[in-house]
T-cell receptor, first 112, second 114 residues
Framework: NAGVTQTPKFQVLKTGQSMTLQCAQD?????MYWYRQDPGMGLRLIYY???????DKGEVPNGYNVSRLNKREFSLRLESAAPSQTSVYFC???????????FGQGTRLTVV | AQSVTQPDIHITVSEGASLELRCNYS??????LFWYVQSPGQGLQLLLK??????LVQGIKGFEAEFKRSQSSFNLRKPSVHWSDAAEYFC????????????FGKGTTLSVSS
């Protein structure tokens, strides 16, 4: 039972490079999320998708874009990476937006 | 503004001692409430949740939490802490309405001393 799978697990980017973080869930959940975790800041919501075909901004969306590719997959794109985007990124999914979320293992991203 | 507050950034307790981690929320109506735990280098694991009903909820690993509407609180407790409980703990809430998303507190780091 894979749950929520994120790729890659680690990534180093140079300032200005782009990349896409991938996330897939196999629990037939309707809602998916991207969070970033920084020391002392907890988890902050970047974007979420309440259901297939919809996406909404969270608390810290600037510099990011998302795509809900299908019910299983929700990707996060950094078009022009900045050092301020160095963080650990977590993808999560839930049956609906007001049920418990299940988290992936995270992607540690460093922008130099 | 809607918010989740965990007043304690870091707590140290002795192994075998009791534990209480505090969580307060600021929402217009009672939201759905959760506690998650994160071990170093790991993802988040759900400890327990409160949607409605009995205000004392039991979770995994011997944890429990009590919802107090009058205090807008959802504190996490454990009667006897084990060294393996050392981790970061997050309180999270989601409003009781469709289309919103889980919001987290900043977390409390628990250290366990022998």
């Amino acid at each position: 039972n894979a749950g929520v799978t994120q790729t890659p697990k680690f990534q180093v980017l140079k300032t200005g490079q782009s990349m896409t973080l991938q996330c897939a869930q196999d629990m037939n959940h309707n809602s998916m999320y991207w969070y970033r975790q920084d020391p002392g800041m907890g988890l902050r919501l970047i974007y979420y998708s309440a259901s297939e075909g919809t996406t909404d901004k969270g608390e810290v969306p600037n510099g990011y874009n998302v795509s809900r590719l299908n019910k299983r997959e929700f990707s996060l794109r950094l078009e022009s990476a900045a050092p301020s985007q160095t963080s650990v990124y977590f993808c999560a999914s839930s049956l609906t937006t007001n049920t418990e979320a299940f988290f992936g293992q995270g992607t540690r991203l460093t922008v130099v | 503004a809607q918010s989740v507050t965990q007043p304690d950034i870091h707590i140290t307790v002795s192994e075998g001692a009791s534990l209480e981690l505090r969580c307060n929320y600021s929402y217009g109506a009672t939201p759905y409430l959760f506690w998650y735990v994160q071990s170093p280098g790991q993802g988040l694991q759900l400890l327990l949740k409160y949607f409605s009903g009995d205000t004392l909820v039991q979770g995994i690993k011997g944890f429990e939490a009590e919802f107090k509407r009058s205090q807008s609180s959802f504190n996490l407790r454990k009667p006897s802490v084990h060294w393996s409980d050392a981790a970061e703990y997050f309180c999270a809430v989601v409003p009781n309405q469709a289309g919103t998303a889980l919001i987290f507190g900043k977390g409390t780091t628990l250290s366990v001393s022998s």
